[in-house]
Nanobody, 127 residues
Framework: QVQLIESGGGSVQGGGSLRLSCAAS????????MGWFRQAPGKEREFVAG????????YHADNVKGRFTISRDNAKNTVYLQMDSLKPEDTAVYYC????????????????????WGQGTQVTVSS
């Protein structure tokens, strides 16, 4: 019902910045809770950030708080992840995910609970 396309990944030096975008198809984008996850080689997919349907509530993993900021523009059917002060340990494939819902709980941190996924975009941070 919704297709997600990530963009904005690339290579950057430590301390640098990137902004990821996730563009969604369809006319019901505002019905979805949106999340960002990442996966490094040999590791489990982990939660990075999430945002409520209208953008009024955001969630950020402890290891990115103060550095990453999730936001959304429902008029553009797009969710963003602004990444500042990047570190080599941020290197991973970043995925955009969506779940149609009006209630939030601990499920937002679990990748298996999301219904739709983008193809991923690579972020590489060098020292």
């Amino acid at each position: 019902q919704v297709q997600l396309i990530e963009s904005g990944g690339g290579s950057v030096q430590g301390g640098g910045s990137l902004r990821l975008s996730c563009a969604a198809s369809g006319r019901t984008f505002s019905s979805y809770f949106m999340g960002w996850f990442r996966q490094a080689p040999g590791k489990e997919r982990e939660f990075v950030a999430g945002i409520s349907r209208r953008g009024g509530t955001t969630y950020h993993a402890d290891n990115v708080k103060g550095r990453f900021t999730i936001s959304r523009d429902n008029a553009k059917n797009t969710v963003y992840l602004q990444m500042d002060s990047l570190k080599p340990e941020d290197t991973a494939v970043y995925y955009c995910a969506a779940r149609e819902t009006s209630s939030y709980s601990d499920w937002i941190y679990k990748w298996r609970e999301y219904d739709h996924w983008g193809q991923g975009t690579q972020v590489t941070v060098s020292s």
